[in-house]
């Protein structure tokens, strides 16, 4: 069983360029979240999804886009890329199952922005 | 949700308790208190939540005080394995709000 599976671990971007991380999962889960980590900084949430086709946004959404056409995936899209973004993105998901509470994260996407 | 507030590093040597505390002050009745742990650089991992009552698993304990402004961890036996960043989160658990918001944690780090 994999779980929740992020793609790259790794990319560094110049300034303005774009690029898409991908997070997919395969435990059925309908809550899907991004978070990002300053480096010794705490989580921040940038989108969540609580379902195909609904998306929502967390604390820090500006500069990002997301979209969620299957249960599986959940792709983030950085456009114009600045070095503020540079950071370590993690990618989560959860069963809707109130009996069930366990967020379970990907191992995360080191991305530097130069 | 309520916000909550860590001390931010703690220190305790190997084969003690370690017990962590986590205030809340604005909890509300419905919601819950989630602990998460994230060792090194790898995607935090669930620990144990509660809503009022006293939690156990395998992992590690909840307390919650009876006003539920407050709440600690407690990890019965540490290990230089337990040595990681810890977050309280509290969050409404019946639908309308889903949300995970973390906060900056307590850096724990056990002593050989």
């Known amino acids: 069983n994999a779980g929740v599976t992020q793609t790259p671990k790794f990319r560094i971007l110049k300034i303005g360029q774009s690029m898409t991380l991908q997070c997919t999962q395969d435990m059925n889960h309908n809550y899907m979240y991004w978070y990002r980590q300053d480096p010794g900084m705490g989580l921040k949430l940038i989108y969540y999804?609580?379902?195909?086709?609904?998306?929502d946004k967390g604390e820090v959404p500006n500069g990002y886009n997301v979209s969620r056409s299957t249960t599986e995936d959940f792709p983030l899209r950085l456009e114009l890329a600045a070095p503020s973004q540079t950071s370590v993105y993690f990618c989560a998901s959860k069963d809707s199952s109130l009996a069930n509470e366990k967020l379970f994260f990907g191992s995360g996407t080191q991305l530097s922005v130069l | 949700d309520a916000k909550t507030t860590q001390p931010t590093s703690m220190d305790c040597a190997e084969g003690r308790a370690a017990n962590l505390p986590c205030n809340h002050s604005t909890i509300s009745g419905n919601e819950y208190v989630y602990w998460y742990r994230q060792i090194h650089s790898q995607g935090p991992q669930y620990i144990i939540h509660g809503l009022k009552n006293n939690e156990t698993n395998e992992m590690a304990s909840l307390i919650i005080t009876e006003d539920r402004k407050s709440s600690t961890l407690i990890l019965p036996h540490a290990t230089l394995r337990d040595t990681a960043v810890y977050y309280c989160?509290?969050?409404?658990?019946?639908?309308?709000?889903?949300?995970?918001?973390f906060g900056t944690g307590t850096r724990l780090k056990v002593l050989a």
């Open positions: 999804s609580v379902g195909a086709g609904i998306t």
């Open positions: 989160i509290v969050r409404h658990a019946t639908s309308g709000t889903y949300k995970y918001i």
